[in-house]
T-cell receptor, first 116, second 117 residues
Framework: GAVVSQHPSWVICKSGTSVKIECRSLDFQATTMFWYRQFPKQSLMLMATSNEGSKATYEQGVEKDKFLINHASLTLSTLTVTSAHPEDSSFYIC????????????FGDGTRLSIL | AQKITQTQPGMFVQEKEAVTLDCTYD???????LFWYKQPSSGEMIFLIYQGSYDQQNATEGRYSLNFQKARKSANLVISASQLGDSAMYFCAMSRGETGGGNKLTFGTGTQLKVEL
């Protein structure tokens, strides 16, 4: 069964709207979660590392004021795309790692964001 | 810096045959983890198999096995007895540190696999 839940699956909204995407770890605590972005037929690009109780660490070239990340609890990280524009349309996907040795990162089902 | 290279943009395989998806990597870290994920057209990322840099034996998970050749810096995925449901995009990924831990993943560009009747 799923270990990471992501919501919503699809978002279609007007330009200028802010959109919040949630990533939840199910039945385990995740001090670190990751947010990725994927354009059609391309690989996953890490946007930021979400750290519980502290500021997110953003990858080079990712605007922190544009992509707000909040990791207020050990099971929830949120990504808010502020004042979204058509170029922000993409597939956004989060991941978290199960605790324990040699555990991989598990991914949410992703969110397809379309800005009109 | 870490780098993952997948040189096969697309692969075809007949049902019930085995297929190898190539992955080479480059890193200066002494300890790292190697992962394979499957992404169907629906978009979710499904974890398939993991290999730690210090693991002596190649990892296996059901029909998936990882052909780890450390000296060549390759971590090829072998899928045996291919099924139609195996048709998907496959990504090779690497982490710093063997456990993968809280460390971020670097992904390859992926290989689109199509299984044919």
């Amino acid at each position: 069964g799923a270990v990471v839940s992501q919501h919503p699956s699809w978002v279609i909204c007007k330009s200028g709207t802010s959109v919040k995407i949630e990533c939840r770890s199910l039945d385990f605590q995740a001090t670190t979660m990751f947010w990725y972005r994927q354009f059609p037929k391309q690989s996953l690009m890490l946007m930021a590392t979400s750290n519980e109780g502290s500021k997110a660490t953003y990858e080079q070239g990712v605007e922190k004021d544009k992509f707000l990340i909040n990791h207020a609890s050990l099971t929830l990280s949120t990504l808010t795309v502020t004042s979204a524009h058509p170029e922000d349309s993409s597939f956004y996907i989060c991941s978290a790692r199960l605790p324990g040795h040699n555990q991989p990162q598990h991914f949410g089902d992703g969110t397809r964001l379309s800005i009109l | 810096a870490q780098k993952i290279t997948q040189t096969q943009p697309g692969m075809f395989v007949q049902e019930k045959e085995a297929v190898t998806l190539d992955c080479t990597y480059d890193t200066s870290d002494p300890s790292y983890g190697l992962f394979w994920y499957k992404q169907p057209s629906s978009g979710e990322m499904i974890f398939l198999i993991y290999q730690g840099s210090y693991d002596q034996q190649n990892a296996t998970e059901g029909r998936y096995s990882l052909n780890f050749q450390k000296a060549r810096k390759s971590a090829n995925l072998v899928i045996s007895a291919s099924q139609l449901g195996d048709s998907a995009m496959y990504f090779c990924a690497m982490s710093r540190g063997e456990t993968g831990g809280g460390n971020k993943l670097t992904f390859g560009t992926g290989t689109q696999l199509k299984v044919e009747l």
